[in-house]
């Protein structure tokens, strides 16, 4: 750039998708905020990806490129915040488009707060998703769905949060969070909680803004969904094991639900009553899909989201409890971890 530091860098992992990459890309480029910067980190990217950075780049000198050698997301974006130059560093995922006053949003919410060193808002369902991404987007919005979570999905009143109130596709942290020598951990999934989890411990201060929110890609498929819903879990079993103070009893709620699923079969025979909580469980599902498919006017919905909402706890359930017994997975890398390296 050739105005001085921009205020803001806003980070963007690439691997393999193109098309959302430049799409994400092109909504940052025209945010009605000039003075920022794009660093793409181009992890280990296939070639279709490397074209497009480059012709991105190419095309407007506020992009910068990172290229990292095949490490975890969750390293990459330590990449980027070594190469940005802006108080403000705004992570946000390749498949997120922000509208045009997102940033402009963003910056009004930190200097209206300056003592919240981390700000977020909600990722709200891209429009031109398919029925299916939609459903399941009104789904993580609905408190039925994702509980004390919600808000991530869903435009709440303003307020301070917790880290359960925001997500890292839209979640801006200033950069004297990362002075302190603040990193995203090297495992991939719940990174943004550990690092939310360790920057409270430390006191510094949340915010969460209905006016800072972006469109988000769902998975479009009921196994990539319930893929990424297992995914979930895994990350908030990470974040429990490296920052507890991120721990709230909601998360467990899923547990109980799936060991009583689990230990049906065996009580059913001899305990009265204890189909008296599935009972209700269906009820509540039934009722949630109800109201979300008249207030989308999908009534077909009505049929197809009471096993999706059993679907998406239990999923929950079994990614949480399987990382939280063994143990996350050594962190993925797909190529040979050397330096990094930045290109402008």
């Not at 940005?84 to 992570?91: D, K, S």
């Not at 599902?285 to 009505?302: C, D, L, P, T």
Request: charged share 20%.
């Amino acid at each position: 750039m050739s105005n001085g530091d921009p205020r803001l860098s806003a980070i963007v992992v690439a691997h393999r998708r193109p098309v959302l990459l430049r799409r994400c890309v092109d909504s940052l480029l025209q945010q009605t905020e000039r003075a920022l910067e794009v660093v793409i980190v181009s992890n280990d990217a296939s070639e279709a990806v490397e074209r497009t950075v480059d012709d991105l780049s190419k095309r407007d000198d506020r992009v910068k490129t990172v290229r990292s050698p095949g490490v975890s997301a969750s390293e990459a974006r330590n990449y980027g915040v070594s190469a940005a130059r802006g108080a403000i560093l705004y992570f946000v995922d390749d498949d997120v488009e922000a509208p045009p006053g997102a940033v402009a949003a963003l910056l009004d919410t930190c200097e209206r707060h300056p003592g919240a060193s981390i700000v977020g808002g909600p990722n709200l369902t891209h429009p031109d998703d398919p029925d299916f991404a939609q459903m399941t987007g009104e789904l993580l919005a609905s408190a039925w769905g994702t509980g004390v979570a919600h808000g991530r999905y869903a435009k709440l009143s303003p307020r301070a949060a917790r880290e359960r109130h925001l997500i890292l596709c839209n979640l801006a942290v200033r950069r004297a969070v990362f002075d302190e020598g603040a990193r995203f951990p090297l495992h991939f999934g719940g990174e943004e909680n550990v690092l939310m989890g360790g920057a409270d411990a430390r006191g510094h201060e949340l915010w969460y803004s209905p006016d800072v929110w972006v469109h988000h890609h769902r998975r479009a498929s009921l196994r990539t969904y319930a893929t990424q819903m297992v995914r979930y879990g895994d990350g908030r079993a990470i974040a429990l094991r490296n920052a507890p103070r991120t721990f709230h009893p909601a998360y467990l709620v899923p547990v109980a639900f799936l060991a009583y699923l689990a230990a049906l079969p065996l009580v059913a025979p001899s305990i009265p009553y204890s189909f008296t909580p599935l009972v209700f469980y269906a009820v509540g599902s039934v009722a949630s899909g109800v109201s979300i498919a008249s207030r989308r006017r999908r009534f077909s919905w009505a049929l197809k989201l009471p096993p999706l909402f059993l679907l998406t706890h239990v999923a929950y359930a079994v990614g949480l409890v399987r990382t939280l017994v063994r143990g996350p997975p050594a962190p993925r890398r797909t190529g040979n971890a050397g330096p990094m390296r930045t290109e402008i």
